[in-house]
C-alpha cells in the first residue's frame, strides 16, 4: 500500500490561472479530508468528502475553491483564478469507512506557489 | 470556537535531556486530543492519542481537563526525535483542528 499520493508535489502557477491539486487516498479508504497550511501556521481544516459526495465544506473559502471525490479517480482541489494569497501547502488525508477520522493518513502535501 | 495553541515555535533541548512540548486547547466540548509528528522530508503521522493513553517512542502526553493542556513529554530526548510536532483537536468525527507546531531540535 502506497499511502496517500498526491501530486504534483510543487505547483507553480501565475496569478489568475486555475490550480488542480489531486489526491489519491490510500487502497480501502473512501473519506479524503483536505487541510490548507498558510505560512507560520496550523493545518486549517477545508473540506471532507466521501465518494461522490462532499460531507463537509466548512473550511472552504466561499469563491473559487471546489473539491470533488468521484467514483472513479482521486479526489480534486481546485482553484480557479489564484492569487498569492492561495500560495500554501495543501495536505490530504484520508481514513477508512470504519473509522473515519480515527486514523486518518497524511499524503506529503501538495506546495503551491502563485507567481 | 476551538483553538489549540502551541506557544513554542522552536525548541532545542541536548541529547538525554528531557523535553516537553506545550499544547493548549479551548473547546466547549469533550475533547479528543492528538499528537503528530512529521520528520524531515517525511509525510505527517500520527504519534498518539489521548484515549489510548499509550506511550509511543518513549513519549506520552497526558490530558489535563483543568489546565486544558495536552503537553507532550519524554524523559530523556534522542537525536532521531528532531521533528515537527502538531497538537490536533478532533471536535466531531469528521476534522481536526491543528496548532501551529513546534520543531523540535535534539542536539548531540
Known amino acids: 500500500n502506497a499511502g496517500v499520493m498526491q501530486n504534483p508535489r510543487h505547483l507553480v502557477r501565475r496569478r489568475g490561472q486555475e490550480a488542480r491539486l489531486r489526491c489519491s487516498p490510500m487502497?480501502?479508504?473512501?473519506?479524503v479530508y483536505w487541510y490548507r497550511q498558510l505560512p507560520e501556521e496550523g493545518l486549517k481544516f477545508m473540506v471532507y468528502?466521501?465518494?461522490?459526495?462532499?460531507?463537509?465544506e466548512s473550511g472552504m473559502p466561499k469563491e473559487r475553491f471546489s473539491a470533488e471525490f468521484p467514483k472513479e479517480g482521486p479526489s480534486i482541489l481546485r482553484i480557479q483564478q489564484v492569487v498569492r494569497g492561495d500560495s500554501a501547502a495543501y495536505f490530504c488525508?484520508?481514513?477508512?469507512?470504519?473509522?473515519?477520522?480515527?486514523?486518518?493518513?497524511f499524503g506529503q502535501g501538495t506546495r503551491l506557489t502563485v507567481v | 470556537a476551538q483553538r489549540v495553541t502551541q506557544p513554542e515555535k522552536l525548541l532545542s533541548v541536548f541529547k538525554g535531556a528531557p523535553v516537553e512540548l506545550k499544547c493548549n486547547y479551548s473547546?466547549?466540548?469533550?475533547?479528543?486530543l492528538f499528537w503528530y509528528v512529521q520528520y524531515s522530508r517525511q509525510r505527517l503521522q500520527l504519534l498518539l492519542r489521548?484515549?489510548s493513553r499509550e506511550s509511543i517512542k518513549g513519549f506520552t502526553a497526558d490530558l489535563n481537563k483543568g489546565e486544558t493542556s495536552f503537553h507532550l513529554k519524554k524523559p530523556f530526548a534522542q537525536e532521531e526525535d528532531s521533528a515537527m510536532y502538531y497538537c490536533?483537536?478532533?471536535?466531531?468525527?469528521?476534522?481536526?483542528?491543528f496548532g501551529s507546531g513546534t520543531q523540535l531540535t535534539v542536539l548531540p
Open positions: 488525508a484520508s481514513s477508512p469507512p470504519s473509522r473515519p477520522n480515527t486514523e486518518a493518513f
Open positions: 487502497k480501502g479508504h473512501s473519506h
Open positions: 468528502l466521501q465518494k461522490e459526495n462532499i460531507i463537509d
Open positions: 473547546y466547549s466540548g469533550s475533547p479528543e
Open positions: 489521548h484515549i
Open positions: 490536533a483537536l478532533r471536535q466531531t468525527l469528521r476534522q481536526l483542528t
